[in-house]
């Protein structure tokens, strides 16, 4: 028997195309979801402090799917923290 193991190719980007506009690590929540909707799926995985530990802040993953690709956006206190891309197979 032969076992074949496929895993999704992931990279790290700042950025990624949404319909004709380009989101940005450290774009707002709120231009995220007026250039490309809601996303497809959001999880919140966490917690977190701000920069001098005063505040907590949400973490959260929104995952957008575009063309064999899916997006994993990490949000942290309404911010996009980082971008994964991620292929995919239908």
Not at 72 to 79: F, H, Q, T, W
Request: charged share 25%.
């Amino acid at each position: 028997m032969v076992l074949i193991f496929v895993s999704p190719v992931i990279a790290f980007a700042t950025n990624f195309r949404c319909g004709g506009d380009i989101i940005n690590v450290g774009d707002s929540v709120y231009k995220v979801i007026d250039k490309c909707g809601e996303p497809a799926n959001k999880n919140n995985v966490g917690y977190t402090t701000d920069s001098d530990g005063s505040n907590n802040l949400v973490v959260e993953e929104w995952v957008y799917k575009e063309a064999g690709t899916r997006y994993i956006i990490r949000v942290i206190g309404n911010r996009v923290s980082d971008i994964k891309e991620e292929r995919i197979d239908y």
